[in-house]
């Protein structure tokens, strides 16, 4: 007992003389740890806030934004079949069986039909304004919107752009119509939640959700910007919204990649901001009206950057100039566009892009790398839709001697009479022909075949196998490891970038 009493009174000064030594002494030890965990609470805040979870329902955002969605009916008049054909092949002992068959139900088999066809399309504004894919309507002679609430309207057509897949079509309402926005598809991030819309396989108002799976996405359009996502988009789908966690469409679903032809997680969707672009064109004008730089191009790969001397690999080769607003501005063939409108240009296309994007008539400046020096052109656009360009003449030079020359792995030699006939050359056609090309050969992995044109090696005109040779002395003695030539193959050129034998 005697014990326990010593114990507890030894813990009791122990105590006491901890409580002392906190308030006394420990204060600025507190403060540190204060300080500390606060920091790691507002960390662990912070990225609370920038990395959401997984939302517990999409039920909210869906009964939200679910009057704005619509499935789209079209019906085209088809041709009736004049006969058996299409059904059995001509000549088959069946023939005339079908034709008996065909001829029980009269001229019914002759007469036009109507054929259906189902898609999906969003409201964008409360007059009746609706977005859609070109090829759910493309064709179309009646064109029906049915509405979440039940009710359907007939629509009109205002405008399509085939080269996007994107429609535009009208409905006249009595009352103000639920509309949802478009939002900036380039803010949305690989992995975001994401949430699809629409009619697929003709059954109704659907909805499926995902995430953002890959963006930047090229299937084969000139202006391709795709957001690719594994919601499920099927048939039907086509012209439907693809929404983000706010309720804003960064996306019209278009396409599937699917062996089947139903969804394996590979779905598609033109972003938004390509989207308002062209919807705005055609709300306006009924059409599209494309900026329009008049120049063919090309990447700029590792070796051509080489040949010309470049530090990177970036910006857009240009083949060629024909007539049209970038040779009236003063650009050359061979030169490197190097930045449009202030913008940076990393790839042939990025500059298609922000070129077709520009308004028409507007003055840019373009910057170009020529013969490793910057010049700034001042280029008014045209308009892409109404451009016929042509390429320009260029100046006859006949040889005088006829030769051949064997050189990095192809035979050259300059223009007769005979090579001129057998390659469908004009006159006016000047530069060096690619008589045969040796197949373990650099120039053949490269692309370069018999029946080729050389119009020019080093950024120069080259007509005689001397001009070629002088070129090719001119890049060794540069230093040189690889020099550029023009290669032109049924009028259309491209640049290629051949190594320089020592």
Do not use: C
């Not at 919204?241 to 019209?252: A, E, K, R, S």
């Not at 090309?298 to 910006?315: I, M, P, Y």
């Not at 992995?445 to 196998?465: P, Y």
């Amino acid at each position: 007992m005697q014990q326990t009493l010593k114990k507890s009174t030894r813990s009791a000064k122990l105590k006491s003389q901890t409580l002392a030594l906190t308030k006394e002494d420990v204060t600025p030890l507190r403060l540190f740890w204060l300080t500390t965990l606060s920091m790691v609470l507002i960390l662990s805040q912070s990225l609370m806030a920038s990395a959401r979870g997984a939302p517990e329902s999409f039920a909210d955002l869906a009964e939200r934004i679910s009057p704005s969605v619509v499935n789209i009916t079209t019906s085209t008049v088809v041709e009736g079949r004049a006969g058996p054909q299409g059904i059995v092949p001509e000549g088959s002992p069946f023939e005339d069986f079908f034709r008996e068959f065909q001829d029980r139900g009269g001229e019914d088999g002759d007469r036009p039909r109507r054929s259906s066809a189902l898609g999906s399309g969003f409201v964008i504004s409360e007059d009746g304004y609706v977005v859609t894919n070109n090829h759910v309507i493309e064709g179309a002679d009646e064109i029906l919107i049915e509405f979440f609430e039940g009710f359907e309207l007939p629509a009109k057509l205002i405008g399509t752009d085939p080269n996007t897949d994107i429609a535009l079509l009208k409905v006249e309402a009595e009352e103000p119509l639920k509309f949802v926005n478009f939002g900036d598809s380039d803010t949305g991030r690989v992995g975001d939640w994401v949430m699809a819309m629409g009619n697929p396989l003709g059954q109704g108002f659907s909805v499926s959700a995902g995430i953002v799976s890959a963006r930047n996405r090229a299937l084969s359009g000139t202006y391709d910007d795709y957001i690719q996502t594994d919601a499920a988009i099927n048939r039907g789908n086509s012209g439907g919204p693809l929404f983000n966690m706010d309720g804003d469409v960064i996306g019209v679903n278009t396409a599937i990649l699917s062996p089947n032809g139903g969804s394996i997680g590979i779905g598609f969707s033109m972003a938004s901001n390509v989207v308002t672009k062209v919807v705005d064109q055609l709300k306006e004008f009924g059409e599209t009206r494309r900026g329009w730089l008049g120049v063919r191009i090309q990447d700029v790969t590792d070796d051509v950057a080489e040949a010309l001397d470049l530090e990177d690999a970036k910006g857009a080769l240009v083949s060629d100039v024909p007539d049209g607003p970038a040779k009236d501005g003063g650009v050359l063939a061979g030169d490197v566009i190097i930045s449009f409108d202030g913008i940076a240009v990393e790839n042939t296309r990025q500059l298609v892009r922000v070129v077709a994007n520009a308004p028409v008539g507007a003055t840019v400046r373009v910057v170009v790398n020529r013969a490793g020096e910057t010049q700034t052109l001042k280029i008014t656009l045209g308009r892409r839709e109404e451009a016929e360009g042509a390429a320009a003449p260029a100046e006859t030079v006949e040889p005088e001697a006829p030769s051949k020359l064997e050189l990095m792995g192809l035979t050259l030699s300059p223009l007769t009479a005979d090579i001129r006939a057998e390659l469908q050359l004009g006159d006016e056609a000047t530069g060096l022909a690619v008589l045969a090309v040796d197949e373990a050969s650099v120039a053949f992995e490269k692309g370069l075949r018999a029946g080729d044109l050389i119009t020019e090696a080093g950024q120069t005109s080259v007509a005689t196998l001397e001009d070629l040779q002088a070129r090719i002395e001119e890049a060794k003695e540069g230093g040189r490891k690889s020099i550029l030539l023009l290669v032109r193959r049924a009028g259309d050129p491209r640049f290629v970038a051949l190594g320089l034998e020592e």
